[in-house]
Nanobody, 124 residues
Framework: VQLQASGGGLVQTGGSLRLSCAASGRAINRYTIGWFRQAPGKEREFVGANRWSTGDTVYADSVKGRFTISRDNAKNTVYLQMNNLKPDDMAIYYC??????????????????WGQGTQVTVSS
């Protein structure tokens, strides 16, 4: 499966953005989809993920209550709605996918497929 992340941009503190992760090559209804982000000079970190098998979604504590992951299987796309953005949210955001989770859902090694990333910039 190929993943294409988009929707990043420049937003003021407190603003909102919706990122999209469009998949091609395979239907993603049986894939767990995760979102990660990487700020300059920092490790790539987990943001949130949605399990296809149970439908549940988990989030990093830093984004809980502000970010929401949703799916549109008809469009083969997963979304990351980001509200009340803060300067600490500024990073390149990546989506990732896996059919079978062989590592914790919050870890990079749990995912086989990655998109190219989209930049989110938050001005203070």
């Amino acid at each position: 499966v190929q993943l294409q992340a988009s929707g990043g941009g420049l937003v003021q503190t407190g603003g909102s953005l919706r990122l999209s992760c469009a998949a091609s090559g395979r239907a993603i209804n049986r894939y767990t989809i995760g979102w990660f982000r990487q700020a300059p000079g920092k490790e790539r970190e987990f943001v949130g993920a949605n399990r296809w098998s149970t439908g549940d979604t988990v989030y990093a504590d830093s984004v809980k209550g502000r970010f929401t992951i949703s799916r549109d299987n008809a469009k083969n796309t997963v979304y990351l709605q980001m509200n009340n953005l803060k300067p600490d949210d500024m990073a390149i955001y990546y989506c990732a996918a896996t059919v079978q989770m062989l590592a914790p859902i919050t870890t990079r090694r749990g995912y086989n497929y990655w998109g190219q990333g989209t930049q989110v910039t938050v001005s203070s």
